[in-house]
């Protein structure tokens, strides 16, 4: 159906930036309220949680764009970066630009800024997103700046997100600077039955149409909010999708998507529902990513993908901090299997290293510096595989073969890039 034939003058069902129209419901007041408490707090520091795609990026852009035009805030993807990449990118935000050369400067600046905007009563805002996906070293650098006080107050109020539950992380011994200053954990919830009729009719009234309900009844809205869970994101995609395959009003049951997994309950609506990508069903998708931008996107068409820095990968990474050889991923069925092939620096999967790991949708894989996002909405868990013989009947073979791959590329000796030949050994395999 054509927008127009809906009454619409622009797509008010927006996956990706500013919504046309910000809608209000219980839970969504509920998580603005425990934002303004943690702002307000002498010693602010508070945990949101939250499903991906229950509306936790749009809550928190509405509610830094109402703080005081006096409070400098960041909102920071935390997702696979470092040290230096995540202090760059918080200290770009509250407005310097210059790039410093240590951690030690760059934590230096963040300090004195923080203590000068503390002193003035304005005590600056941290809001991290994907707190779940961020490097060790990232997650220790918010242990120090947790500590950065001024007469007995916190002087960096900050507010940790993620798409799972993060108690786990902020309660370890080395998190102890965060889970000994934590001052709320909130948990998002689902818009309700009336909440999601309600969200859907304003969002095309703010599209051009003047009769929502003549587009989506309110039956449809019903069976909207049991499909999605109420969760605002997913209620987007489903009316994007039942728009483009109505032939005309009104939206029918008959065209929702049900992107319920096998034993997925429709109120709860988890880590293991489809998410960004919800009607991708090919390859699964690798996005390489360095300090926060996207460096290449590669389809992951063979059974077998090689990582490493020697240009003989299938997915090469110029750098020091990532071995010649570094990791191996193995394709089969709807699975697919990491392992790490005793790399220098280790491999990590959304912040814990691994050996092997069996990718679900979305994980963050962290190479050195470098990130590589693993998109496959169809992706077996763990649990999927209990009992199948996957890791005997196809994972050994693939290693084996890899192992003799690599022995008949060491018998030559292969060159290092200019741009690592002056490095120590911290970047290289002797795999």
């Known amino acids: 159906m054509e927008l127009a034939a809906a009454g619409l003058h622009e797509q008010p069902f927006r996956t990706h930036g500013k919504s046309l129209v910000y809608v209000a419901y219980a839970a969504q007041e509920s998580a603005t309220r425990f934002l303004k408490d943690t702002a307000e707090h002498a010693h602010g520091l508070g945990l949101f949680q939250g499903p991906r795609l229950s509306g936790k990026s749009t809550i928190i852009r509405e509610f830094v764009e109402a703080l005081d ?44 800024f923080a203590l000068q905007q503390a002193g003035r009563d304005r005590p600056p805002m941290l809001i991290v997103e994907n707190t779940h996906a961020m ?5 220790r650098m918010l242990c120090e700046l947790a500590e950065f006080r001024l007469r007995h107050r916190s002087a960096l109020k ?3 997100a993620s798409d799972r539950s993060i108690e786990a992380i902020v309660s370890a011994p080395a998190m ?4 000994s200053r934590l001052t709320g954990n909130f948990f998002l919830d689902p818009m309700s039955a009336d909440e999601t009729r309600d969200y859907l009719h304003a969002k095309l009234g703010a599209g051009g149409c003047v009769a929502p309900e003549a587009v989506v009844p309110d039956d449809v809205c019903e069976q ?4 999605s869970g109420g969760w605002p994101g997913v209620v987007d995609r489903l009316v994007l999708l039942a728009l483009a395959r109505a032939p005309a009003c009104p939206i029918r049951a008959d065209h929702i998507e049900r992107p319920l997994l096998p034993g997925t309950r429709p109120t709860i609506l988890r880590d293991s529902l489809v998410a960004t990508r919800d009607t991708y069903a090919g390859p699964p ?9 996207t460096l290449k996107e590669i389809n992951m068409e063979r059974p077998r993908l090689l990582i490493g820095r020697s240009d003989h990968n299938d997915l090469c990474i110029n750098s020091k901090y990532v071995s010649r050889h570094h990791a191996l991923l193995v394709r089969h069925g ?28 979305e994980d963050v894989i962290s190479v050195g510096q470098h990130g590589v996002k693993f998109i496959d909405p169809q992706a077996s868990t763990s649990a999927d595989l209990d009992g199948t013989g996957f890791e005997d009947t196809v994972i050994m073979k693939n290693l084996q073969d890899i192992r003799r791959l690599l022995a008949r590329e060491n018998t030559v000796s292969l060159p290092i890039p200019e741009s690592d030949a002056s490095d120590t050994d911290v970047g290289r395999n002797s795999a």
Do not use: C
């Not at 909207?224 to 499909?227: A, T």
């Not at 998708?285 to 931008?293: N, S």
């Not at 697919?336 to 790991?357: A, E, I």
């Open 69 to 112: 035009r006096d409070t400098a805030f960041a909102v920071v993807d935390g997702a696979g970066l470092n040290t230096a990449s995540f202090l760059n990118s918080v200290l770009g935000q509250f407005g310097y630009e210059l790039q410093f050369n240590s951690t030690n400067e760059l934590i230096n600046m963040l300090r004195v």
């Open 135 to 139: 490097n060790p070293s990232a997650l």
């Open 158 to 160: 900050m507010v940790l």
């Open 176 to 179: 102890e600077s965060i889970g």
């Open 224 to 227: 909207l909010h049991v499909y």
């Open 285 to 293: 998708r690798l996005f390489l990513t360095l300090h926060g931008k």
């Open 334 to 361: 709807r699975a697919t299997f990491l392992m790490d092939l005793n790399s220098t620096n280790g491999t990590y999967v959304n912040s814990s290293r691994v050996s092997n790991h069996v990718l679900q949708h």
